[in-house]
């Protein structure tokens, strides 16, 4: 979707304040940035621009999520973003930022440049301006799959490699970066998604709570399930919690070949 | 979004769900062996190819002239070895294409034509293919 | 003050109907979407892999048609062939050569290696293949343009 290029100025239907305080975080104000903001409101034709921010005060250690704050607070009211937890534990804010998938949360935006452009992810619908309507990701999960549930202890789950076993798929915060990042899923919305087959895969590789595996294999067996995939590895890259979901649907493939199910562990390096 | 709970789903479907029940052209496990089966053996046949063409036939410079080539391609083992490289690279090449093509996100007649014009293409190059190393074979 | 139909819930929000529409869904890719594979902002490595072995892959399909067209003038008897061969041989033809070399190198090479991958026999060793194949790929194309360009020439 292209979007016109509209830069808010103090004549402007929220002009900025002259006086607009303190950078949003990260202690004293050491620079300004500009930001290029994609804006839509529903409810009139398809209006969607860029909105340019000029002069955003941040500090070293000022996140994107606390620039996008500062702007709504100090310029623009309507500006329409989501967050959580600001700890990159729940997914919530997840954004592209000059292109890349990252969370605001936690993306410091001194090194970004001095324009630095905010688009909501793709491959799923924006509900406004910055914010996507995560539906459709859920349902790329295939009907039956039953990764999302409620937690519990069971009682025959079995730890044999310790609990750092247990560091893999649990990680993943559902944060829609993935499938944003994924040029197949940009051609083709039938397909499962990397974080649908992430997690047919952890549930393969760790199995509990009754899971037949048989199943989940066939289910992955499917057009537009592992086999869509083209291997180019950008879920992997945009994950922020070391899911490493392309590296995932490779294992599957190699247990749907015939081949036994590749464990996959976290990069040692990733915090 | 990250919280621990049961699923569930709207009463009315998205495209994502939607489009699944529609009936696809895409590549299947079965595409993937081939394509895969194919290309290592390509690698294979490709190494015989070049090097049986430039390295160990003709003291410099490999195949040269007419009946040099004719020569080579008439030794049982040579054809052999052509004829498989001609399949595989035309059974490689046209999955490839398809493969490229059904990334476009075609219409469902389109992905139809697409099917259907791979196999018509690849067996128009297997046919002429075969032609024409049978009858410069035979002249040889 | 909520009401059927086109009403709305204040002043300046969208209407009842207009909150039902799906909003847009931004993608990736240079203009249009079937772009998105080749699209390099933003991307990282197994990006370029893949755009430059679909590029080569194009280009080998284009060869494959080309060199059964070369290989038609053996039907045409001696001299065509030959004359042609004579053309074959000049500077300009053998630098192309070059050129197809590194796209059979190219994707021949990151072919295996999505083959390792994509079969799980090394999943999670996508990189460290690459640039094995990258530092096979160079020798054997710099090996090959010396012989097609000086050791032919």
């Known amino acids: ?271 | 979004m990250a919280s621990l709970r049961t699923r569930t789903r709207p009463g009315t479907s998205t495209s994502a769900a939607r489009r699944r029940r529609t009936p696809r052209a895409a590549s299947t496990a079965r595409d993937w062996k081939l394509v895969t089966f194919t290309g290592v053996g390509l690698l294979g046949l490709l190494l015989v190819h070049m090097i049986g063409h430039h390295f160990v036939v003709g003291e410099v410079g490999g195949l040269r002239n007419y009946d040099q080539v004719l020569d080579y391609i008439a030794h049982p083992v040579i054809f052999t070895i052509e004829s498989f490289f001609l399949l595989f690279v035309t059974v490689h090449a046209m999955l490839g294409v398809r493969s490229v093509l059904l990334d476009l996100d075609p219409a469902p007649a389109w992905r139809r034509a697409i099917d259907v014009g791979a196999v018509v293409l690849g067996l128009g190059t297997l046919a002429y293919g075969y032609f024409l190393i049978g009858t410069l074979a035979s002249r040889a | 003050m909520r009401r059927d139909g086109e009403a709305t819930d204040g002043p300046g929000l969208p209407t009842r109907g207009a909150r039902d529409v799906r909003g847009p869904v931004l993608k990736k890719g240079v203009g249009v979407t079937p772009t998105a594979w080749v699209d390099p902002r933003g991307r990282a490595l197994g990006s370029f892999a893949f755009s430059v072995n679909r590029i080569t892959a194009l280009g080998l399909v284009f060869y494959l048609y080309l060199h059964l067209g070369v290989l038609s003038m053996l039907l045409r008897g001696e001299q065509a062939w030959n004359d042609f061969v004579r053309l074959a041989t000049t500077t300009v033809f053998l630098s192309l050569d070059v050129l197809l070399i590194f796209g059979l190198l190219y994707h021949g090479l990151n072919g295996l290696r999505v083959a390792l991958v994509g079969t799980g026999i090394a999943p999670d060793r996508q990189k460290a293949l690459w640039w094995a194949g990258g530092v096979i790929g160079t020798v054997a194309l710099a090996y090959s343009a010396f012989h097609i360009l000086v050791g032919e020439g």
């Not at chain 1, 292209?2 to 100025?9: H, I, K, Q, R």
């Open chain 1, 1 to 271: 979707m292209s979007a016109s290029e509209v830069a808010t100025t103090a004549d402007g239907p929220n002009p900025p304040e002259r006086d607009a305080g303190p950078a949003p975080a990260g202690g004293e104000v050491t620079d300004t940035r500009t930001f290029r903001v994609f804006r839509w409101k529903r409810g009139g034709a398809d209006d969607s621009h860029m909105e340019t921010y000029g002069g955003v005060p941040i500090g070293p250690r000022t996140t994107v999520l606390e620039a996008l704050r500062w702007i709504q607070l100090h310029l623009d009211r309507s500006l329409i973003l989501r967050h959580s937890c600001f700890h990159a534990s729940c997914g919530t804010c997840g954004l592209r930022v000059n292109g890349r998938e990252v969370l605001g949360c936690v993306t410091f935006a001194h090194d970004l440049g001095t324009v630095i452009t905010v688009e909501p992810i793709a491959n799923v619908p924006v509900l406004a301006d910055l914010v996507v309507d995560m539906t459709e990701f859920y349902e790329r999960y295939p009907d039956g799959w039953t990764q999302l549930r409620t937690s519990g202890f069971l009682p025959d789950a079995e730890t044999p490699g310790g609990i750092d076993g247990y560091e893999r798929y649990e990680d993943c915060i559902e944060c829609g970066l993935c499938l944003s990042a994924c040029p197949i899923a940009s051609t083709s919305e039938g397909y499962f998604g990397p974080a649908a087959l992430a997690a047919a895969q952890r549930l393969l590789e760790e199995p509990r709570g009754g899971v037949d595996a048989r199943e989940i294999l066939d289910q992955a067996d499917d057009p537009l399930g592992a086999w869509r995939c083209h291997a180019i590895f950008e879920c992997t890259e945009a994950c922020p919690s070391g899911v490493r979901p392309a590296e995932r649907i490779m294992s599957l493939r190699g247990a749907l070949v015939g081949g036994s199910l590749r464990p996959i562990h976290r990069e040692p390096s990733e915090p």
